[in-house]
């Protein structure tokens, strides 16, 4: 990383000549817990009342050892440093207006502890060269009514009371004051998620402030990256319908977030759009939360279009979907019992600090999801879905009932001959069922290609292809050597290392393309 700002040249961002693409990680969970990053659902969905929780059963005392502990074993500098060496260079840092900032005659203030956190990542990810976003995720007041916002009465009291917008450009205008020289920050994400559709009456507002918080950090800091969000969770850019070119050349980015959906070009057409009507880089700026199969599909096509991204989240309990995990602690379920059933489970305070305790042990022994990790870079091991494939040659005419991404050449059908749409939510991982495998149907001269990273050869993976018809298998054009080991099944070897093109050629009949494991 150059001691150079971040700043963005039409649709691309650059650090001096150089062009860098963000590929990194959202925070969540640390500075901004919510609930079922705990596996506490319900009632204690957010952090004010997450912290009540600990308090009420804990004690005062108790409860603020206890989140100055978690803040300081959450994220550490060995999560950077680990971060840096897989080849990422961006972190996402969600924060919460009321824990950093203590507002008083439309003035703000650092609440020190919180800052020290913050202070404390930056001067890591300077060390392991990654850049840091400030991401508003729970603004004054709150801009959602939801969890994610730690918002008081289920309002987006934000577009409500005009004193909380002044409060949200003082927070902006102390944190320009303080790293307006600091190009370790790479932008400033200026309000998390605005407006969910059920609060759309309030849209119209969503520009306006984003002005104002423009001007008001401009006035201070004219260094800065700025990243703008769309509404109903960052995925309606309408509310910018009105920012004119001119506007967005002061070193502004779109910013979207997309969970859930088809992982091709199709479902991410309105956002590429809206970046090429203001001219600015366009920033995934969440996605995650589903199984490995979608993370091979949906990040490296992001890469594909020029568009960066941030994986959400980093961290969570006993998951095998995001990059790190930690245990489920000693009597978890006897609290979570406590929590749903009240009285009927009554917990002490010594077996409640005692049940805590443990959490934060877990918390500080982080067990690495290397499967994610080979996921989000397509490196071994991991699995990927033929319908994954990053470029085509096809010769053949699109089959009747192919009705998925109507815009590629190639046929893309359900393997069990059903039509209708994939349904891809798979929120804790869990894999795809058999009945919505999509496979690539292949005729003679058809072929799809595929980007992996092989890291040392040779590399061992097996191919599962149905139908009677021919196929061939090449590694950077050369052959790969087939062997049939079961049905559908065929075994081989990839002899190069580095960044490789894989490429499956139909050459005689038919075939039905599934998913490669790379082990």
């Not at 984003?210 to 800065?224: G, K, M, P, V, W």
């Not at 990927?384 to 005419?397: G, K, M, V, Y």
Request: glycine share 6%; charged share 25%; aromatic share 12%.
């Amino acid at each position: 990383m150059k001691n150079e700002f971040l700043v963005c040249r039409s649709n691309e961002m650059y650090c001096g000549k150089e062009r860098v693409l963000l590929r990194g990680f959202g925070l969540g969970g640390w500075l901004l817990p919510e609930g079922y990053m705990w596996q506490m659902e319900g009632k204690y969905d957010r952090p004010r009342r997450m912290e009540q929780l600990i308090e009420t059963l804990c004690g005062m005392e108790y409860a603020t050892s206890f989140w100055e502990r978690y803040e300081s074993s959450y994220v550490t500098r060995e999560d950077i440093e680990w971060i840096a060496s897989l080849g990422f260079n961006s972190v996402r840092l969600p924060i919460n207006a009321r824990r950093l900032f203590r507002f008083s005659c439309r003035k703000a203030a650092f609440v020190p502890q919180t800052l020290d956190c913050i202070d404390r990542l930056i001067d890591w990810c300077r060390t392991y060269g990654i850049y840091v976003i400030l991401d508003m995720h729970a603004a004054p007041g709150g801009q959602t009514g939801q969890n994610i916002d730690d918002s008081e009465k289920d309002l987006p009291e934000l577009f409500l009371v005009p004193e909380y917008q002044e409060n949200l450009c003082a927070a902006w205008e102390l944190l320009a004051q303080r790293y307006a020289k600091e190009p370790v920050v790479a932008a400033y994400d200026l309000l998390n998620e605005p407006l969910p559709d059920f609060f759309r009456e309030y849209n119209e507002g969503v520009l306006p402030l984003y002005r104002l918080l423009i001007a008001r950090i401009r006035a201070i800091d004219s260094n800065h990256m700025i990243m703008l969000e769309g509404a109903h969770w960052a995925t309606d850019f309408s509310v910018l319908d009105d920012m004119t070119r001119e506007e967005a050349a002061d070193n502004i980015a779109l910013q979207f977030h997309r969970y859930w959906s088809a992982p091709d070009e199709e479902s991410l057409d309105r956002y590429v759009a809206a970046a090429k009507r203001l001219d600015v880089p366009l920033y995934l700026g969440e996605s995650g939360e589903n199984n490995l199969d979608w993370y091979t599909a949906m990040f490296p096509l992001c890469e594909r279009l020029n568009i960066g991204w941030s994986f959400w989240s980093y961290k969570k309990m006993a998951c095998d979907n995001s990059p790190v995990t930690f245990t489920r602690p000693a009597g978890w379920d006897r609290l979570m019992d406590h929590i749903k059933n009240g009285t009927e489970t009554e917990i002490e305070q010594t077996e409640a600090q005692r049940i805590f305790d443990e959490f934060l042990s877990c918390v500080a022994k982080p067990v690495w999801n290397t499967r994610v990790i080979g996921a989000l870079t397509r490196t071994p091991p991991f699995r990927l879905p033929c319908e994954a494939f990053d470029a085509s040659q096809i010769a053949s005419r699109r089959i009747d009932g192919a009705v998925l991404r109507m815009r590629e050449r190639a046929s893309l059908l359900f393997r069990d001959g059903h039509v209708g749409e994939p349904d891809y939510r798979r929120l804790k991982g869990e894999p795809q069922p058999e009945s919505e495998t999509v496979v690539v149907r292949l005729s003679a001269g058809d072929a799809i290609n595929f980007t992996v990273h092989i890291p040392a050869a040779p590399c061992h993976a097996t191919l599962l292809v149905y139908g009677e018809g021919d196929f061939a298998v090449t590694s950077n054009g050369n052959p790969a050597a087939c062997k049939r080991v079961g049905a559908g099944e065929y075994e081989f070897t990839l002899q190069d290392a580095g960044k490789i093109t894989l490429s499956i050629l139909c050459t005689h009949g038919r075939i039905d393309a599934d998913r490669i494991e790379f082990r």
